[in-house]
């Protein structure tokens, strides 16, 4: 998979469109990237840009931006509720898709010495990219903001990264760096700013000081007033969602509001936002308010709905989670047609082969177990069985998805191991590097098929549940779903033997030839236990 990397620059310009749209134009202009998002604010005064593409190009895209941006941003004239230090106020690197923090950091530095030649302006090294402790908060760095820089730029301590120590009035400094994806979120309310801005000193890390700290790590805030919006918010950022989640800010914004009578009007999003902040987000009003939802897209809708994200403006999924932005799912085997992949697998190539058909046929099998029992839930003649079905249907409903990423990793497997075959061997040292590859890759490719037929395994105790108790008039396609789970498991067993008999270490050969046994025999046995049980059913 290629490198991807996102770039979100907040430049301080939210009302004049025509400003707002040139840079725009220079990032989505710049060869390899992708423009996701632009926000916008008036009362802040401020627009978020959201991009990605390859490390040298958001890199390109930020100079190219920048640019475009010291032509027609003048700070000596620019007021807004968001706290600001230049023009160009921050412009962060994160990893998205196969890339690496240092990766990030790589980029920071080289966009943040290219922009200190090009527009010779003061910046500044933050998060991951800081080489100064001081310097890892974002709101340090820009403490005092764009008015203290005259002053702030003479101290020793805040010598830029990059750059004179020069103030330039039209510009200010920069500050750029790596960090995690940051996800701006903003609750509403009908209250005044100062309420809003108490709350927020309640729930930020920071909270009112040293002595005073607030209830969530990893959250900053503050609270403003939206005149185009006539309400208040508190506006977070949340710097790391695994440690506090979306939801975590949400509630305890709502906490501390009732506890202060002050009504709460939805929530928002500014820029996007990952898939799983969503997901963990689905998964705790699952839980608190005993839910049943399978689909992801249904998780999604009841986020919305929870939290009220489409309170100013509709929350489109599609152009608002980075995931499903930038998946385009080109070139993957599961994101063909069935005539394309049927035609795919009778090629004249070894892969897409028996590995990645197995993986398809097991996806199927438990698609179909998935739908024996949705046919059962929510029936009125089967409601004594809902609770079961409840249990049932997700153990189903999930292998069918991780079955079907086995796809595309039983092929990779594969055509990493051919590769292998490709290495040089005309020295000793080369004859060595080539043989290891070569294990590396068999096992790999043993891994796969191994890791289908276990993957099944977990399925079996269901399904014969399922066969007993589902609708009687699913009986055939819970057969059909044993013989599809059994004949998967067939496929990936000879996946393993086959690829066993040139791996070298005996340990892992003979381990991994003994589980395989034992998961056919399983196979075999619960697939039988399966259509007795549903020949006994009239």
């Known amino acids: 998979m290629a490198q991807l990397v996102e770039c979100v620059p907040n430049f301080s310009e939210g009302r004049n469109k025509e400003v707002i749209d040139a840079i725009a134009a220079a990032i989505s202009g710049t060869s390899g990237c992708t423009l996701l998002d632009v926000d916008a604010g008036a009362s802040t005064n401020r627009t978020v840009y959201t991009f990605v593409g390859s490390p040298e190009s958001v890199v390109r895209g930020a100079l190219n931006a920048a640019q475009c941006a010291s032509k027609l941003i003048d700070m000596t004239k620019h007021s807004g509720e968001h706290p600001r230090s230049g023009a160009l106020d921050v412009c962060p690197f994160i990893p998205v898709q196969n890339a690496s923090m240092d990766d990030c950091v790589r980029c920071a530095e080289d966009f943040g010495q290219k922009l200190a030649d090009l527009l010779n302006v003061p910046v500044y090294l933050y998060g991951e990219a800081a080489r100064h402790q001081s310097r890892r908060s974002l709101p ?82 503050l609270g403003w007033f939206l005149e185009e919006e006539n309400l208040a918010q508190v506006s977070t950022n949340i710097l790391d969602y695994e440690q506090t989640p979306l939801h975590t800010v949400y509630e305890e914004v709502c906490r501390v509001a009732q506890e202060l009578k002050l009504p709460i009007v939805g929530s928002q999003i500014v820029g996007l936002i990952p898939l799983q902040a969503v997901l963990d987000a689905a998964e705790f009003y699952i839980n608190r308010d005993k839910l049943f939802i399978l689909e992801e897209e249904h998780k ?239």
Not at 165 to 180: D, M, Q, S
């Open 140 to 221: 340090a760095v820009r403490a005092g903001e764009y008015e203290a820089l005259p002053d702030k730029l003479k101290l020793k301590e805040w010598v830029p990264d990059f750059g004179p120590a020069t103030f330039v009035p039209t510009w200010g400094a920069t500050v750029t760096g790596a960090r995690k994806f940051l996800i701006a979120y903003n609750v509403n309310l009908i209250s005044t700013k100062e309420q809003a801005h108490r709350i927020a000193l309640d729930i930020r890390e920071q909270g009112r000081g040293k002595d005073q700290p607030g209830v969530l790590k990893k959250v900053q805030g």
């Open 300 to 538: 999604v809708r009841l986020v919305i709905s929870k939290l009220g994200l489409d309170s100013l403006g509709p929350f489109k999924p599609s152009e608002r989670i980075i995931e499903y932005m930038v998946r385009s799912g080109e070139g993957s085997l599961v994101s063909l047609t069935l005539n394309q992949f049927v035609a795919s697998v009778g090629a004249r190539t070894a892969a897409p082969g028996g590995g990645s058909v197995s993986a398809a046929v097991g996806a199927l099998g438990a698609a179909l177990g998935a739908m024996v029992g949705q046919m059962t839930y929510g029936r009125r003649q089967f409601q004594d069985m809902d609770s079961l079905m409840r249990r049932l249907i997700p153990p189903f409903h999930q292998a069918s998805l991780e079955l079907l990423e086995l796809v595309d990793q039983d092929a990779s497997a594969f055509n990493a191991y051919m590769a292998a075959l490709k290495l040089p061997k005309a020295t000793e040292e080369e004859r060595i590097r080539r043989e290891a590859a070569l294990q590396e890759g068999l096992q790999k490719a043993v891994g796969v098929p191994l890791s289908l037929a276990e993957r099944v395994s977990v399925l079996w105790p269901s399904l014969k549940e399922l066969v007993v108790h589902g609708n009687i008039n699913c009986k055939s396609d819970a057969q059909v779903a044993a013989k599809t789970l059994e004949a998967a498991v067939f496929g990936a067993y000879y996946n393993v033997i086959t690829n066993l008999k040139d791996i070298t270490d005996e340990n892992f050969k003979t381990s991994t030839q003994v589980r395989a046994r034992q998961l056919l025999k399983e196979a075999e046995s619960s697939a039988a236990a399966v259509l007795a049980s549903a020949e006994g059913r009239c």
